[in-house]
């Protein structure tokens, strides 16, 4: 499908169409256009409509008299079946007809520029999408998985796994099959930074959840579950359950 603003010619006959202006091969060939191209066509229509609101709303003027009786002196007689068109009836229109030919076509440029950023509009948001879809696929990409070793042959049949972000500082923690903790004690979670003092810690565990620390010197740390009394404690001071040592 063609765009009729390739083809200025085509803007300028549909003008004209609109203010009865157009001579027949002008109108053939406009017409012969939009029975192959519905833009054309839909730009007649578009122009027929603005022309018709144009004269609608331009007020009447009404001319001085000798004007008036110069205009209808100098009109060639017709015959008894000619008719006269009041002058205050066409002063308007002709006055629409000349704001068609100097702005009508300006106006369907300005709708056509008003598409092209509808559509660069659309494509910044399909880029945006796109470039937040490679950003996540980066952070999964970058995430590190590692899995506990137990310590304890009490839980050689649990299971925990830790997927870590180096890049925000937060993991999820994942468990199957880990009995319940004794009573009175509670499972807690450790982050082992080789670049800190202590283990870290990274809060109660009671099922799988997501946890956060502060940042940390390597981006694969290591991790480990101790048992310790209800409400965890600063530092590890129960046995260690399960590790995993931190990567290269």
């Known amino acids: ?28 060939e406009l017409l012969d256009a939009a029975r192959r191209d519905p833009e054309v066509d839909r730009m007649i229509v578009e122009f027929a409509e603005t022309a018709a609101l144009l004269a609608y709303e331009t007020p009447g003027i009404q001319p001085p008299p000798a004007l008036r009786s110069e205009i209808l002196r100098q009109l060639p007689a017709r015959g008894a079946t000619a008719k006269v068109i009041p002058f205050a009836s066409w002063v ?11 702005g009508l076509a300006e106006a369907w440029k300005i709708a056509g520029l008003k598409s092209q950023v509808r559509s660069e ?9 796109e470039a937040q879809r490679l950003n996540q696929s980066n952070a999964l990409i970058g995430l590190r998985l590692a899995t506990l070793e137990a310590k304890d042959a009490a839980y050689a049949s649990s299971q925990i796994i830790v997927a870590w972000d180096p890049a925000q500082h937060r993991g999820v923690v994942s468990m199957a099959n880990l009995p319940a903790p004794p009573a ?16 870290v810690s990274a809060g109660l565990i009671t ?3 997501t946890f956060a620390v502060n940042p940390v010197t ?13 409400g965890g404690r600063p530092e590890p001071t129960g046995p260690i359950l399960f590790a995993v040592a931190p990567g290269p």
């Open 207 to 209: 099922g799988s959840r």
């Open 121 to 129: 509009h659309t494509r910044f948001l399909a880029a945006n999408a």
């Open 218 to 230: 390597t981006p694969s740390p290591g991790f480990a579950v101790s048992l310790e009394p209800s």
């Open 184 to 199: 009175g004690h509670d499972y807690q979670l450790w982050v082992l930074d080789p670049g800190a003092a202590a283990p």
């Open 1 to 28: 499908m063609s765009n009729p603003q390739d083809h200025p010619h085509l803007e300028e006959q549909a003008a004209l169409h609109a203010l009865g202006l157009l001579d027949q091969a002008g109108r053939d």
């Open 92 to 102: 308007p229109y002709a006055i629409a007809a000349g704001l068609m030919i100097l």
